[in-house]
């Protein structure tokens, strides 16, 4: 699938700001920022590196100030950049060509006075180093200018005032040291090093403006680079935590990151979007964690999006069977599983590592129940039963700690079977909204998605203990039982649909909410029959829309159309109406077993054709406004939503 923006879309600042570029390093690093040049956000930058993979990271490198200078002395930009008060300067943008995705790789094109000037980016894979190259296809020869702009902070916060910035001129760059770092820039060309330091004031972020945070920045630079740009000579910019071999070779280097997309296409992606996404979901998979739990050597997991998103237990298992459980992939997938049934404490997965570095948190009720959901696709797809064997008495003790109780009131009710939990001040499910100490959507009591996953855990676990010559008839009993009572205690018959929650401190709660299409739609489903058709079809009256399903109906009081504002506004939406995309997976499920496959099924992941060229250009969003135009919001490249949409599209190949 090409992915080409237009001279229109690209030279439009609006629209040119609205879409950003993402590569990454398998390390939880990135580099990323505007197809205008403009960095709206604090995480946009050239060298963004985590120093703790996959978390501590750090914008290093910010931007590159880039211009080229004719024998005339005619300057022109190829960059941009914007100020506190709305100043735009330069405006490179203005005279791109276009902008393409080579995979993931963005390729722009300038048209300068009768040159055409080309220019790459990519990182490669385990370690911390992004590299840009300049190419001048067609035209007389330029000067190129190049003005590093460093950072070497936090990538949630904001640099301001001088700082201490150590630096040191080299014969291709500089080597710079701040905030206990050191960053490596280097020009691989017949280039003329100009150390001047200096500052460039109140960089504006406008996206943090609109967010209500902090939005403005002071960056660094420690001088200019001069070097000729003539056909048939490639200008490299390497920009690094450590230093560049000096036999490292561009071309090389850019072949091994082509020949790495390359070798994920495979069979069985025939479908347009299989491809494209099946390299979006590179971007999150195979992520060293370095071990933090005593052992030895490096782990594995998944990054649950882009840009401040870290790994997340839930995610992870959401996301695994569409990002890796295919041919080729499967070591991958059950090197990450290992990783999380490593950190399991207390019967419960993490729900998330800190950025920080810091003990991961055991704050979810569901992350572990997706666990079994994962193993069973691997299992699936693998016939690697061995992995399940060895692993049995592990889950029984999973399932143990759920039934006595384990943290945050997680335990099964003896009365009904249901698995219940929660207190004040926690949200335990994957709506986990919070502004300061206000949960927006709290869900105590027993989540009807929660127990669709509980029963599949005990069905699950029935039919491994089966295989595996264990007892299974303990299992198999509380599964009846949980089931049996879900028939009676779920179904809202006012409104036509399944309670979102029983047993909540209000009472049960009839929020028309989407998560009911995991009780419809898993292998083994919680609700059938009757009530299963007629919850679908509400859901698909109230919730459906093309990319994914509300969180909400529009019909409740409560329902958000907007995703604006500052931090506590998008919060309190963030559950209450907006478009989760990886809900269409679960739907997707529930529509097969209701309906079959049927053109239903490619109809509904047609729109996400025309979304890789909005937003995050070849990903998939984290989120969409659920009114028309239905605008992407939230992170630019989310697991789950690759991952699910990438599941349902492979299964059409």
């Known amino acids: ?87 735009v300067f330069p405006q490179g943008y203005r005279q791109l060509e276009g902008v393409e995705l080579d995979g993931m790789l963005p390729v722009f094109r300038w048209t300068i006075d009768g040159r055409t000037i080309e ?25 190129l200018q190049l003005r590093p702009l460093f950072a070497h ?25 701040a905030a206990g770092v050191r960053s490596h820039f280097d020009v691989r060309s017949s280039a003329t090093v100009r150390s001047h330091p200096d500052w460039y004031w109140r960089v504006l972020h406008r996206v943090e403006r609109e967010r209500g945070l902090d939005d403005e920045e002071d960056l660094f630079t420690p001088g200019m680079v001069e070097v000729p740009l003539a056909v048939g000579a490639d200008v490299a910019v ?53 071990a933090g739990d005593g052992s030895s050597g490096p782990q594995r997991t998944v990054v649950a999006g882009y840009h401040w998103f870290t790994d997340w237990g839930r995610d992870t298992m959401i996301s695994l ?49 997706w666990l079994f959901q994962a193993l069973a696709a691997y299992l699936r797809v693998s016939r690697d039963w061995r992995f399940i064997a060895d692993r049995l008495e592990t889950l029984e003790a999973v399932v143990d700690w759920h039934v006595r109780g384990t943290r945050h009131n997680i335990r099964m ?41 509980w029963y599949n855990a005990l069905r699950l676990m029935a039919d491994w203990c ?54 419809l739609g898993l292998v083994y489903p919680l609700i059938e029959g009757e009530p299963a058709r007629r919850a679908f079809d509400v859901v698909t009256a109230k919730l459906l829309t093309p990319y994914g399903l509300r969180t909400l109906s529009p019909d409740d009081a409560r329902y958000q159309s907007s995703y604006r504002g500052d931090q506590r506004a998008r919060d309190a939406s963030y559950h209450m109406g907006l478009v989760w995309p990886w809900l269409l997976g679960p739907y997707l499920d529930a529509h097969r077993r209701l309906d079959g496959e049927g053109p239903t099924v490619r109809r509904l992941l047609e729109p996400f054709t ?17 009114e028309p135009p239905y605008r992407p919001v939230g992170c630019i490249a989310q697991a789950w939503s690759v991952g699910e949409v990438l599941r349902h599209v492979l299964a059409l190949s």
């Open 321 to 369: 069977p569409g990002l890796t459980m295919r041919p080729g992939t499967l070591w991958e997938a059950r090197a990450v599983l290992d990783t999380y049934i490593r950190y399991l404490d207390q019967g419960l997965l993490p729900n998330r590592f800190p950025d920080g570095g810091e003990s991961p948190e055991y704050n979810s009720i569901d992350a572990t129940l």
């Open 238 to 290: 390497i920009v690094a935590t450590e230093p560049t071999p000096a036999s490292w070779d561009a071309g090389r280097s850019l072949r091994d990151a082509q020949q790495r997309q390359d070798a994920v296409k495979g069979p069985g992606m025939e479908h347009p979007l299989a491809g494209q996404l099946a390299l979006a979901a590179e971007q999150f998979r195979v992520v060293r964690r370095m």
């Open 153 to 177: 902070r936090d990538y949630h916060q904001q640099r301001h005032g001088q700082g201490a910035f150590d630096m040191s001129e080299t014969s291709e760059g500089w080597i710079i040291d």
């Open 1 to 87: 699938m090409a992915l080409q923006l237009d001279p229109q879309t690209c030279r439009h600042l609006e629209s040119a700001i609205q879409r950003e570029w993402l590569v990454t390093n398998g390390l939880g690093g990135y580099a990323s920022g505007t197809v205008a040049g403009v960095n709206t956000r604090r995480y946009h930058g050239l060298l963004v590196a985590a120093l703790d993979p996959p978390v501590q990271r750090m914008v290093l490198v910010a931007a590159l100030e880039e211009w080229v200078r004719s024998d005339n002395g005619d300057m022109q930009p190829l960059s941009a950049q914007e100020y506190w008060d709305g100043t």
């Open 466 to 519: 089966e295989r595996a010559m264990r007892p299974a008839g303990p299992y198999r009993q509380m599964a009846a039982h949980a089931h049996s009572s879900a028939q009676e205690r779920y179904w809202f018959p006012a409104g036509g649909y399944c309670y979102d929650v029983v047993d909540a401190p209000e009472g049960d709660d009839p929020s028309l909410r989407p998560n009911q299409v995991i009780a």
């Open 610 to 626: 025309a979304h890789l060229l909005d937003a995050g250009l070849g990903t998939i969003s984290e989120i969409f406004e659920p």
């Open 413 to 453: 009710d003896p009365v009904d079977g249901l698995l219940a939990g929660g207190e004040e001040g926690v949200a335990l499910t994957w709506m986990d909204a919070r502004v300061q100490e206000w949960v927006v959507t709290p869900r105590r009591g027993k989540p009807i998605e929660v127990n669709a996953l």
């Open 119 to 143: 220019k790459r980016i990519w990182m490669e894979q385990g370690v911390s180093r992004t590299v840009v190259t300049y190419r001048l296809v067609s035209g007389a020869p330029l000067t």
